[in-house]
């Protein structure tokens, strides 16, 4: 299992562009990933769940996730050729202000994030996008042995 994160406190420097390439080559050597959009710009979002309402993707999201109304295994979009997709959307931007009147909720996420007896049956893993939140990991399917 890996961890990996693109992260950077400048924009436009390939954040996202990173870990949408790089989701899709480790999906392409049998690998399942997990990608987390933790950007209010929800630009891995609209790539991946171009075509998901957008009222779908209000109502399942990581804000949902962070703010408690919502267990991550609830919020993950699973595509069938490419990554399941944890989506952001615009309301993400209130996270800093309602979490900062929440210390614990920061870390209700990681644990929150524990699910892995959920989705270590699928070969899920968790993909950081985005330097406020997240994490990559990916991991190669069971081969039954």
């Not at 987390?36 to 399942?60: E, K, Y």
């Not at 209700?108 to 993909?127: I, N, Q, S, T, V």
């Not at 330097?131 to 069971?142: F, I, L």
């Amino acid at each position: 299992m890996r961890i990996i994160v693109a992260a950077s406190i400048k924009g436009g420097v390939g954040k996202t562009s990173t870990a949408v390439f790089l989701a899709q080559a480790l999906v392409a050597q049998g690998r399942s990933v997990l990608a987390i959009d933790c950007d209010h710009n929800n630009n891995l979002t609209d790539f991946f769940l171009r075509d998901v309402d957008p009222q779908t993707l209000q109502a399942r999201n990581v804000y949902n996730v962070l703010s408690g109304q919502m267990n991550p295994t609830e919020a993950v979009f699973p595509l069938a050729s490419g990554p399941a997709v944890l989506p952001a959307t615009p309301t993400l931007v209130r996270a800093a202000a309602e979490l900062g009147q929440d210390p614990g909720a920061l870390l209700r996420f990681p644990a929150a994030l524990r699910w892995r007896p959920r989705f270590a049956d699928r070969g899920y893993e968790a993909k950081r996008t985005r330097t406020t939140c997240c994490a990559a990991r990916s991991q190669k399917p069971s081969r039954g042995f």
